[in-house]
């Protein structure tokens, strides 16, 4: 499984960003795609995944509410829509792949490289 993340950037605080996340493997290579992220000196937390079977979702407390995740499953791309972003949401987003239900990221065999999202007026 091959993954592609980019879109980060600097918004202000209240603005929107997607982030998309290309994903290229077999069918059977992976059970869901999830969103983390890590902010300075912290540690990675997941933000949500998102079923390669039928699209169903799950986020984590960090991702309720404000975050949307989706997919365009003809490309094999996962979106990330970030609304109402604030400074704490400011960290390096990483997609990932894992083949079970799950939100551990030892669970997350395969990672794209992070994309730099700054919220900062």
């Known amino acids: 499984v091959q993954l592609q993340a980019c879109g980060g950037g600097l918004v202000q605080p209240g603005g929107s960003l997607r982030l998309s996340c290309a994903a290229s493997?077999?069918?059977?290579?992976?059970?869901?795609i999830g969103w983390f992220r890590q902010a300075p000196g912290k540690e990675r937390e997941g933000v949500g995944h998102i079923r390669r079977s039928d699209g169903a979702t799950y986020y984590a407390p960090s991702g309720k509410g404000r975050f949307t995740i989706s997919r365009d499953s003809a490309s094999g791309t996962v979106y990330l829509q970030m609304n109402s972003l604030k400074p704490e949401d400011t960290a390096l987003y990483y997609c990932a792949a894992t083949n079970m239900a799950t939100m551990a990221k030892n669970d997350y065999h395969y990672w794209g490289q992070g994309t730099l999202v700054t919220v900062s007026s």
């Open positions: 493997a077999s069918p059977l290579d992976y059970y869901a």
